[in-house]
C-alpha cells in the first residue's frame, strides 16, 4: 500500500496512518512528527523550523522536499507507505511525483479526509499524545481509561499538548490549508488517484471506508458510502 492521506489540520491523518500501520506494518511517514524531532533534538533542521511550526504557517517547499526525500530513500520505505501531511503544495506534489518515477513506484491512492472547519478546531483543541509512544487522544473523543496513563503503552504522566494546538495558530493552519493544500486535490484527480472519505464519521467507520478503497477483505463491504472524488 503506497497512500497520501489529504486533509487538514485535525482531520485525523494521524489517527488513522497509525491504525493502519499497525494493521499492515506499512511505514508511517508524518512531515508534521520529523520536524517535531527534529525540533526535540534541536537538530539544524529543528532550529531551523521551530518558529515556523509555532506560527502555523508552512516550511519551505525545499526544505520539506529534502526532509521527504530522504526518508523516502531508507530501506523500510519498500514494501509500501503512508505519507501524512504531506505533499502539503502543488510544488510539493510534483516533486514527490518526480522521486516516485526515478524509484519506479507508483502511489495507489490520494485519500482525502473530509472534515468541516468548526470540526476541526474542536478536534484540535482537544488533542494530547503521549510522548512515550506517540498515541494520539482527544478530550472528548478519544479519553484514556486512566487520565494519566496511556492505554497503549502503560506510560504515566507522559501526555503533551502540541504548542501550535492553541486558537491563533489553529486559524493560521486553517487558513494555510484552504489557500495552500486544496489546489493539490485536483493534481490527484487528474491522474485518477483522488478518493475521498467522510472524516467526520467516527474512527473506526473512517478506517473501514480506508480499507474499503483497497477492497481490504476485513474491511466492511456493505453499508459503507464511501464518495468517489467528491
Ligand atoms: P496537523 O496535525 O495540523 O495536520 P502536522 O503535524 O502535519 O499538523 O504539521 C505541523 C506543522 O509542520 C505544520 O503546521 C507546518 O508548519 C509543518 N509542516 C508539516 N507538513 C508540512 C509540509 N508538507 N510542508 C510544509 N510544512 C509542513
Ligand atoms: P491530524 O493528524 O489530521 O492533524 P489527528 O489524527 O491528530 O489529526 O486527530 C485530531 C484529533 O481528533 C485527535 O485528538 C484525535 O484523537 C481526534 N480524532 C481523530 N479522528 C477522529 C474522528 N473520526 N472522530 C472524532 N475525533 C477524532
Ligand atoms: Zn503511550
Do not use: W
Not at 173 to 199: A, C, N
Amino acid at each position: 500500500m503506497r497512500i497520501i492521506l489529504l486533509g487538514p489540520p485535525g482531520a485525523g491523518k494521524g489517527t488513522q496512518a497509525r491504525i493502519l500501520t499497525e494493521k499492515y506494518g506499512i511505514v508511517h511517514i508524518a512531515a508534521g512528527d520529523l520536524f517535531r524531532e527534529n525540533i526535540k533534538n534541536k537538530t539544524a533542521l529543528g532550529l531551523q523550523v521551530e518558529e515556523i511550526l509555532k506560527a502555523g504557517t508552512l516550511v519551505p517547499d525545499e526544505i520539506t522536499i529534502k526532509m521527504i526525500a530522504a526518508r523516502l530513500d531508507q530501506p523500510d520505505c519498500k514494501n509500501g507507505f503512508i505519507l501524512d501531511g504531506f505533499p502539503r503544495t502543488v510544488a510539493q506534489a510534483e516533486a514527490l511525483e518526480e522521486m516516485l518515477k526515478k524509484k519506479a513506484i507508483k502511489l495507489d491512492a490520494a485519500v482525502q479526509m473530509a472534515v468541516d472547519d468548526d470540526e476541526l478546531v474542536e478536534r484540535i483543541s482537544g488533542r494530547f499524545t503521549c510522548s512515550a509512544c506517540g498515541e494520539g487522544y482527544h478530550d472528548k473523543f478519544k479519553k484514556p481509561h486512566d487520565p494519566d496513563t496511556c492505554d497503549k503503552c502503560g506510560a504515566k504522566d507522559k501526555f503533551t499538548r502540541r504548542p501550535d494546538d492553541n486558537a491563533e495558530a489553529v486559524r493560521t493552519r486553517l487558513g494555510v490549508y484552504h489557500s495552500q493544500t486544496k489546489p493539490i486535490l485536483p493534481f490527484y484527480e487528474e491522474r485518477g488517484l483522488l478518493k475521498t472519505v467522510d472524516g467526520m464519521a467516527p474512527m473506526k467507520d473512517v478506517t473501514a471506508q480506508i480499507l474499503a478503497l483497497f477492497g481490504a477483505k476485513d474491511a466492511p463491504a456493505k453499508g459503507f458510502q464511501v464518495k468517489k472524488n467528491g
